[in-house]
């Protein structure tokens, strides 16, 4: 099973308005971290928000924010007031306490965020 | 500025030869990561690199892959016999604490003719 599904390949949003980018993950761990990373088509990776499972509160980051329902594993990345730089892929990531000596990340396949004018 | 450096950002090489990637942290930590992307695709782990040992390493990280940290600083990637299917973004990695993200480079574009 994928430990990490972004269902949406690509979206388009307007200038200015929100959009909700879908994370699901499949854990067993009780403990482990959501990460979401921004990749512009310059190809580097951003780190732009993190949730631990034991977070009673959604995180949030200017105007990235995490909707972060534990009950149905899912992690969902809103951005507010969406801007033509927002354009990128956006990969959400996981990381498990448990069975992962290394603390490695493992990522979902991306969502492609095209922001119209 | 990137918290860690990659050299060289593009790389082109003949299938069959050796490549370096070389990685330098700004800051000294200890845990390093090393992670490809093929082109449209997933972000793949290869391989942690902690205290100067490998931690933990994927199923990709073959005999044909090695890291080393030879001089305390730099943290670099060898690939012995490239082929086709190593043509891919690497990128490295650092981390701080526990709950810490990873800071990745910029990635060095691999490209095996």
């Known amino acids: 099973a994928q430990k990490i599904t972004q269902t949406q390949p690509g979206m388009f949003v307007q200038e200015k308005e929100a959009v909700t980018l879908d994370c699901t993950y499949d854990?067993?761990?009780?403990?482990?971290?959501l990460f979401w990373y921004k990749q512009p088509s310059s190809g580097e990776m951003i780190f732009l928000i993190y949730q631990g499972s034991y977070d009673q509160q959604n995180a949030t980051e200017g105007r990235y924010s995490l909707n972060f329902q534990k009950a149905r594993k899912s992690a969902n990345l809103v951005i507010s007031a969406s801007q033509l730089g927002d354009s990128a892929m956006y990969f959400c990531a996981m990381r498990e306490a448990y069975n992962n000596a290394g603390n490695m990340l493992t990522f979902g396949g991306g969502t492609r965020l095209m922001v119209k004018p | 500025e990137p918290e860690v450096t990659q050299t060289p950002s593009h790389q082109v090489t003949q299938m069959g030869q050796e490549v370096i990637l070389r990685c330098v942290p700004i800051?000294?930590?200890?845990?390093f990561y090393w992670y490809r992307q093929i082109l449209g695709q997933k972000v793949e782990f290869l391989v942690s690199f902690y205290n100067n040992e490998i931690s933990e390493k994927s199923e990709i990280f073959d005999d044909q892959f090695s890291v080393e940290r030879p001089d305390g600083s730099n943290f670099t990637l060898k690939i012995r016999s490239t082929k086709l299917e190593d043509s891919a973004m690497y990128f490295c990695?650092?981390?701080?604490?526990?709950?810490?993200?990873?800071?990745f480079g910029n990635g060095t574009r691999l490209t095996v003719t």
């Open positions: 854990t067993s761990d009780p403990s482990y971290g």
């Open positions: 990695a650092r981390r701080g604490g526990n709950n810490s993200p990873l800071h």
């Open positions: 800051s000294n930590h200890l845990y």
